[in-house]
């Protein structure tokens, strides 16, 4: 117990555990706002093409179609969510550099505080 309270003390004077709230990243951001829009309006877009192909095929036709559709908007989604994903690790890791914080963790999993990281990070999402 003695050597580890040691050893989180080497840094000295530095915070050792950041904090980010992702869920307010992805309520606030314009990267993961912008990718909201993208799934949401490919999803209308969607919906409109299924109204008017609804007129003219069958049902077992308009069936795939759907679902053909959805398989769409779930890889969209991924591809969006691996993209965003990708650049939040990117800004959180250049943060906590600046910051000198050794670890970051999710904020709403932090037991104890930490620093908080959000602001900058959204900053940097802009």
Known sequence: MVVLSTFLLAGCG?????????QRVLNESVLALSYQKQLNDREKLMAAELSIAAQRLDRRALEQQR?????????????????????LREVVEEVARKE?????LVKSAAVVGGKDLTDQVL???R
């Open 14 to 22: 530095r915070p050792a555990v950041g904090v980010v709230d992702t």
């Open 67 to 87: 679902l053909a559709y959805l398989r769409e908007l779930q890889q969209l989604r991924a591809e969006l969510e691996e993209r965003l994903n990708r650049r």
């Open 100 to 104: 000198r914080v050794r670890v970051v």
């Open 123 to 125: 900053e940097k999402l």
